[in-house]
T-cell receptor, first 114, second 112 residues
Framework: GNSVTQMEGPVTLSEEAFLTINCTYT??????LFWYVQYPGEGLQLLLK?????DKGSNKGFEATYRKETTSFHLEKGSVQVSDSAVYFC?????????????FGKGTKLSVKP | DAGVIQSPRHEVTEMGQEVTLRCKPI?????LFWYRQTMMRGLELLIY????????DSGMPEDRFSAKMPNASFSTLKIQPSEPRDSAVYFC??????????FGDGTRLSIL
């Protein structure tokens, strides 16, 4: 079945450091891929998405490229800020899948120190 | 615009009691989802509705859990009787067709 694997945290970085959070997936066909972010005490918010191979999603300085050859959707940011401290979830929706087929990774906690 | 609204934000109750969690989706959204989040199991989809009809409840852990959506603007998730292992953060989310889901801020449930 479909699944998402993301790097385990926590990840601790200094402000302005480069961020990579790895995400790989297993799915048949052509899934849609998402990154969600969860700030303390809040629900998940969509950060970015990509719906087909080689698409790049971007938002708030974060980027992720849908790589079908490596079944990956790694999240990157060139210079993190303290305000980026949160838990990041990679997610997948299967091709032709209904809304219910949104599968989440276990989340990666990011802490950015000043 | 108002987002997804959940109540209560926090609930502490004793084992064996009935617990009811409430959700108001974003107006106009036709999908509603209930999730449970724990440290051990991460984020799990419990059940989802489309146009107020339950579509997939295979994630509901057992018969103690039930969910209803009597109309397009309200849903409940009920646990009866509650057990300590039900302690978690429960999220409601809604969406319009295949657009991304919008999450509420969650209900933090503690069963003593």
């Amino acid at each position: 079945g479909n699944s998402v694997t993301q790097m385990e945290g926590p990840v601790t970085l200094s402000e302005e450091a480069f961020l990579t959070i790895n995400c790989t997936y297993t799915a048949t066909g052509y899934p849609s891929l998402f990154w969600y972010v969860q700030y303390p005490g809040e629900g998940l918010q969509l950060l970015l998405k990509a719906t087909k191979a080689d698409d790049k999603g971007s938002n708030k300085g974060f980027e992720a490229t849908y790589r079908k050859e490596t079944t990956s959707f790694h999240l990157e940011k060139g210079s993190v800020q303290v305000s980026d401290s949160a838990v990041y979830f990679c997610a997948l929706r299967g091709y032709g899948g209904s809304q219910g087929n949104l599968i989440f990774g276990k989340g990666t906690k990011l802490s950015v120190k000043p | 615009d108002a987002g997804v609204i959940q109540s209560p934000r926090h609930e502490v109750t004793e084992m064996g009691q009935e617990v009811t969690l409430r959700c108001k989706p974003i107006s106009g959204h036709d999908y509603l989802f209930w999730y449970r989040q724990t440290m051990m199991r991460g984020l799990e989809l419990l059940i989802y509705f489309n146009n107020n009809v339950p579509i997939d409840d295979s994630g509901m852990p057992e018969d103690r859990f039930s969910a209803k959506m009597p109309n397009a603007s309200f849903s409940t998730l009920k646990i009866q009787p509650s057990e300590p292992r039900d302690s978690a953060v429960y999220f409601c989310a809604s969406s319009f067709q295949t657009q991304p889901q919008h999450f509420g801020d969650g209900t933090r449930l503690s069963i003593l």
